[in-house]
């Protein structure tokens, strides 16, 4: 059966109505989707319960029996329909709270059902809300064993297209299917005890028992992973391969005299060693594809400017794209102050950059004159032209789509060097995946000096003591942030809660300066706002999110996050990052309500007890799965797995990881008879791969 190419419309019981349901809502067209929905639970249904045994505390049971009679009971929004069920010993309430017409017209009096839900309890007596109720002589499938559930919508189950229906077709296509040839070669089959495809398949829908379902996941999930690596390995040697870019043999004066006479202070041994790789790769006439991963304030913007001034002392121009301008006018102004005296020339372009002052730049640009260019994604405009682009540093690059990202080489004939930065440390797996292809380099240590930043949380009814500890830090001459979160579904009343603290602080801090900054603001009076706290005119920021990335002001050493339930981990950290950067020692207080869910709990002690980025990034991936993760959501990664999850299948990526470098180390040119099965495998796929492998 050519399963790839037959609707499911002509499976026995689906027919032409479902089948436009199925594809509508799930993307289930093919009879290949169908046997690739997997169910995402299954239920242990081998056992029979007898009511006097059952108590509110179960989980999902069954039982076995007859409907005696139907009472509705309540009014309104609380109308019931109660159907009062006994197995001959016991009488409990099956309850529904809609469907009520629908329920009494297909459900009789003395029949034998099978009954499925979880019991709960109410007026001292046992009842099951909207439960399963099955023909107890129509059940067939793996109802007696266990019961897979399907994912549906609101939409299908009000056409009476649910799990079950599901379950249906699928146990109709199995039921029919041929024995499904292999999609991995033999030698890794068997060298990895996996299953057979056909096997797998089949007891992902209905499994035996525990542990078939657990070796049909197991192979699954092998499969995808492999896959997926083995797409990322081969594009990364490929564009080894491939291309050339522009060797930066030399590491000229303008390097040597930054190094020599303007760094204002001795590098970490990490941005030395960093630094080091970057000039390997830059002189090696390979493209450089490198991310580098650093904790906030581990000193990225030096590297950076030290990996460009290696390009222009080769010649070529270097460009630094930044999520916001805000932080592309901190790069812009901290370039500038520590290039200054060097012959280079630095400008800036950001939406903001209009008429002449633009033209002055793009001008520049092509013509060579402006060596630098720091700027926010206006830098991707098709009017930006550069006379020779050799290196691209993105900052933040996860605030970055793919698609703005691959721009940038649009803008040469020989592909720039690319750095990409992130403070946002990302797990090992989750890297392996997303970033695959890129090599990583790592600051994993902090400027010398620094105290690590102490994290208070404080309920915000006790704001006596939380104004107290920001005046003994203000009167020691340090300044301090007060953070608001800002939600574009409840902006208004998020500015209004802004606002509201902005006046609290003016009337019971009096003797302080406050400066106070929003997206909803203009952007020229954003930037004086802001500069008064630069330049330590104002000693407090109340501010939203936009100060979250890469704003530098070494005196604050206070940092108070309001509402900080709202906010998720890898934001916390980021925020807190803003301080701890001088010498002394730096405080976080995260403010929340009284009463917290177990999740945010889990997420406020966390930020208390750890300043370490990795740590707080596996503790996200695990507390959020990777699906949420700021990156995976543009990179597409999340929408192609069906089954391995990137938080909880570390260690089968790490095995996916190996197995495809395997057999590429043992087959680079793709052809081994061995290897026949694997190649059109992976052929076929590719097909419908988008190549988010494709980053920069
Ligand atoms: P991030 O990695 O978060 O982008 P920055 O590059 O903004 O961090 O650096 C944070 C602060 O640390 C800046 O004030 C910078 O001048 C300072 N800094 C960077 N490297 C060093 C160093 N080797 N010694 C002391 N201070 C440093
Ligand atoms: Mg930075």
Redesign the pocket.
Known sequence: MDLEHQDVKYLPGVGPKRAQLLADELQIRTLHDLLYTFPYKHIDRSRLYYIHELTADMPYVQVRGQILSFDTEGEGRKRRLVAHFTDGQGIIDLVWFNGIKYVMSVYKTRTDYIVFGRPSAFNGRINIAHPDVEPADSLRLNAMGLQPYYTTTEKMKRAGLNSRSLEHFTATLLERLDPLPETLPEYLVSSLHLVSLDEALRHIHYPTCAEDLRKARFRLKFEELFYIQLNIIRYARDRRQKYRSYVFSRVGELFHEFYGKKL?????GA?KRVIREIRHDMGSGRQMNRLLQ?????????VALMSMLIALDNGYQACIMAPTEILAEQHYA?FQSLLAGLPVRVELLTGTVKGRRRQCVLDGLETGGVQVLVGTHAVLEDTVRFKSLGMVVI?EQHRFGVAQRARLWSKNDNPPHVLV?T?TPIPRTLAMTLYGDLDVSV?DEL???RKPIQTLHQFDNRRESLYRGIRSQLDEGRQAYVVYPLIKESEKMDIKNLEDGYEQLCRDLPEYKISRVHGKMKPAEKEAEMQDFISGKTQILVATTVIEV?V?V?NASVMVIENAERFGLAQLHQLR?RVG?GADQSYCILVTKYQLSADTRKRIQIMTETNDGFEIAEADLKLRGPGDLEGTQQSGVAFTLRLADLARDGQLVQLAREMAGKVLDDDPHCAAAKNEILWRQFNKLKKDWVDWSAIS
């Open positions: 204002p202070f001795e590098l970490t941005q650093g904790d906030v304030g581990s000193g990225k913007t030096l901290t900052d930065m403070a600051i400027p010398p000096g890469g530098n070494p990052g950067r």
